[in-house]
DNA sequence: GACTCTATGTATAAGCA
DNA sequence: TTGCTTATACATAGAGT
């Protein structure tokens, strides 16, 4: 069943296309009774299906002529002016997915420095081969989590004879949970926007996909400069 | 998180109104992109949102304007002879809720006559109570029961040196996944149409509302006359 | 092919920032 | 309000009849 995330393209296959055609009309449908009712709007749709000279019409003959009135009662130069052209859709579209490569590019980066990070601490993994880029996200990482965790502990300070064990007393073990937890919330100003050759993820997000993890290399802003490490 | 099924109704809130207007307004164009797309159909949609005195059209305001004149050349006699009107749609929903109430109803009762039958055999229940009309559909369910178990040893007994300790056998507690199975599955025609009285039902049905388990009276159809018991 | 079924993808109502 | 997130309702692709 539905299995395969649909490609937006155009159906080869004769009778798979009728049937989608005939599900998705019905369903078009459907939405625009719904959005008529829910939000009292007047609209109209023609679809004209492949295999039948008659056009599906909603809602109905002359309601589609009412609005066509409407529409043409409206000088040319006037119809183009704020509406929606195939072009702008895409458009649109495109933006869309290139915020969202943006900030999934972004977490990535998060992500890799945190883990970079926690394996220097545990001594699985030397600095030595980093770049000064890494190192310098990291330091930005390590900087954002220092300043968390110390946040963390005078809000404990601040809250005596609570049970814990933890209270006013940094214990860097007990606050891995906390800190696991920001690493995937707070802003992180790493990638600013799309770099070259990473387009057909673009692509690929503007299609719906899912997001490919993105390395390490290429990732960096020249515009970025994290706070030095300052604990 | 959408929690509540949303009621098809006009949205009298006016921000909500607003929300869902901006939604599903790029939902509804959206989908007129996939199917256009998908299917190669020629189509268009214009909408007149309340807050904006210009609507938003797809594919573009010449698009729209092809599609039109496309429908303009049809003798109004032809527009109206097999297009959907909004009536036609409603008629269309409502017979689909229908039928799916029957399709429901009749589930339930099979399962109902299950649960007696069950609950006679292990002694929980009486049928000194029980109407004709539930006897009656007792004896049909018993017998559909009967034949799947006879069906089934026939079946086991063409496959002699499995290793089962079914080989041949009718054992009642054994072939009880496989009733249980049977219960849910085959053709059961009790109700066979809409009885006075279900119309809420059907409505809420109609409006994709969950299905309200069915009382056992009320449900018989007098043209159902089922096969005697005989095993 | 035209329908039904159902697992899965998509739209979106509410919440929250 | 606008936007983003998330849980839930809805649409529908693919498979079976």
Redesign the pocket.
């Known amino acids: 069943?539905?299995?395969?995330?649909?490609e937006l393209k155009y159906i080869a296959n004769?009778?798979?296309r009728?049937?989608?055609q005939?599900?998705?009309k019905?369903?078009?449908i459907?939405?625009a009774d719904?959005i008529s009712t829910?939000c009292g709007v007047d609209a109209c749709a023609i679809i004209y299906t492949s295999d039948d000279p008659q056009p599906e019409v909603w809602p109905s003959p002359s309601g589609v002529n009412r609005v066509i009135s409407r529409f043409k009662e409206m000088p040319e130069l006037e119809q183009s002016k704020k509406m929606m052209s195939q072009e702008s859709f895409l458009r649109q579209r495109i933006q869309k997915g290139q915020?969202q490569l943006k900030?999934l590019k972004n977490e990535n980066r998060k992500k890799e420095m945190n883990n970079l990070m926690f394996q220097s601490l545990g001594g699985y993994q030397s600095l030595d081969n980093a770049t000064i880029i890494d190192l310098n996200d990291l330091a930005w990482i390590i900087d954002q989590n220092i300043n968390e965790v110390n946040k963390q502990i005078s809000k404990l300070q601040g809250q005596e004879g609570t049970s814990s064990n933890n209270n006013g007393v940094a214990t860097i073990n007990g606050e891995q949970a906390q800190v696991d937890n920001i690493i995937n919330g707070g802003v992180f100003p790493f990638v600013d926007n799309i770099i070259n050759g990473e387009q057909a993820q673009v692509d690929n997000i503007i299609n719906?996909g899912v997001f490919p993890f993105v390395d390490a290399a290429n990732n960096f802003q020249n515009d970025y400069c994290p706070t030095p490490f300052n604990p």
């Open positions: 069943m539905a299995r395969k995330k649909v004769d009778s798979k009728r049937a989608t005939k599900k998705r019905s369903g078009l459907k939405k719904e829910l915020d900030k719906g």
